[in-house]
């Protein structure tokens, strides 16, 4: 199974947390796009298995035209064994949802949306300088649960000075619609983006730790009791809703990712393209594909294996350590994960190291704690 990722680099306008790459002059959309559709004649080749999944990110794709977006699924359709089968995501903003637009995404052969909200709250969505306001984000979430049965909204929780009663109000609102899907990330503080400024120069509070630990707290406790399954760390899914791009990428399956800053991995070897727009188009122009390469040691494999793996709800399977390397790298996993699981922060059960509840907010630690420098050392 792989999975086809384009990633439009054009925003209406920039998010204070946002370090994706991404443009908010649009002159050039058409030019970009023409030059994905080229990208991918190109690169078509490195996929050696048929597409699960196309997925659509960025940036904001939902300034794409209908158009646009049916020519891209259309050349990904040739890369697909069963095209009727293919989980087609389109990541769209509240302020560019209308009953029309959902049925034109739906005519371009879209069968599932993430809304990106991040929050139902006005002094959040300030605080993040996001295009809509609370009401757009309410009524987009109504009409996309009207027309599409699988879809996904994205939350962000721990936004300084947010009042916890704002973040259990978040998920009551989604509550009453019952999404299948829901994407909830902390608020972090990226280098060189524009909270990161504001943060430094001291116009914005600093993020809150402990605040945010207590709202992913109430969040998996929540979704627990709405059914919700958290099989990684920031994605939750009713029965049969998993997300099929989002599992690959846990599975460490392969993927190509098209257009400007784009990354792809094939299962030794991981690319991205340069994240610039007019550079992007002028190499692919000249028939240059503007690509970084690097080939995985198997001690960045092993380390990537543990970070996505203890990410998820399955786990870490030693076994499959073992297969993938070698027993005495099992052997000295388990010996490392010894005083996580004296602690109580993870759990050895039949073979598989999972974080407990109690750890899960500190899992990236935890794995970090469980890195090698030295295969066998």
């Known amino acids: 199974m792989a999975g086809l990722y384009y990633h439009i680099p054009f925003c209406k306008q920039a998010c204070h947390y946002c370090d994706f790459h ?56 040739a890369l697909a064994s069963d095209p009727s089968s293919l989980e087609i995501t389109l990541e769209v903003n509240p302020d560019d949802v209308t009953p029309d637009r959902i049925n034109s995404w739906k ?3 879209i069968n599932r949306l993430s809304l990106g909200v991040q929050s139902f709250d006005a002094r959040d969505l300030k605080f993040m300088n996001r295009a809509h306001n609370e009401e757009q984000a309410h009524q987009a979430l109504i009409w996309v649960a009207r027309q599409f ?41 990226e280098p060189g983006t524009a909270m990161d400024h504001f943060m430094h120069k001291g116009v914005m509070s600093e993020i809150d730790e402990d605040q945010a630990q207590r709202e992913h707290q109430y969040l998996t406790n929540w979704a627990q009791e709405q059914g919700y399954v958290n099989y990684e760390f920031s994605n939750f899914a009713l029965p049969g809703f998993k997300s099929v791009n989002n599992s690959a990428y846990w599975q460490g399956l392969p993927y190509l990712g098209i257009g400007p800053s784009a990354h792809s991995f094939d299962g030794t070897t991981r690319s991205w ?34 970070m996505t793996q203890l990410r998820t709800d399955s786990g870490i399977n ?9 027993v005495k790298t099992r052997e000295n996993l388990l010996k490392m994960a010894a005083r ?29 704690d469980l890195f090698l420098v030295n295969l066998g050392s």
């Open 273 to 306: 393209n340069i994240a610039n727009n007019p550079l992007y188009a002028k190499a692919i122009e000249e028939g240059r594909l503007p690509i970084t390469r690097e080939s995985l040691t198997p001690i960045d494999r092993y380390n990537e294996y543990v």
């Open 318 to 326: 030693l076994n499959k350590v073992a297969d993938l390397f070698d």
């Open 22 to 77: 991404f443009s908010t002059q649009l002159k050039s959309k058409g030019k970009i796009i023409s030059a994905m559709l080229e990208e991918l004649d190109l690169r078509a080749h490195e996929l050696s298995v048929p597409i699960r999944s196309i997925y659509f990110g960025g940036g904001t794709p939902s300034i794409l035209s209908p158009e646009e977006i049916a020519g891209l699924i259309e050349r990904g359709l």
């Open 107 to 109: 005519k371009a052969g």
């Open 149 to 189: 049965d699988n879809y996904s909204v994205d939350l962000i929780y721990g936004i300084p000075e947010q009042d916890e009663d704002s973040w259990r109000n978040n998920l009551s609102i989604v509550q009453e619609i019952n999404p299948p899907h829901l994407s909830c990330y902390a608020l972090t503080r």
């Open 340 to 368: 996580h699981i004296d602690r109580g922060l993870i759990v050895f059960d039949q073979e598989h190291l999972r974080v407990s509840a109690q750890g899960k907010f500190l899992t990236d630690g935890i794995a970090s």
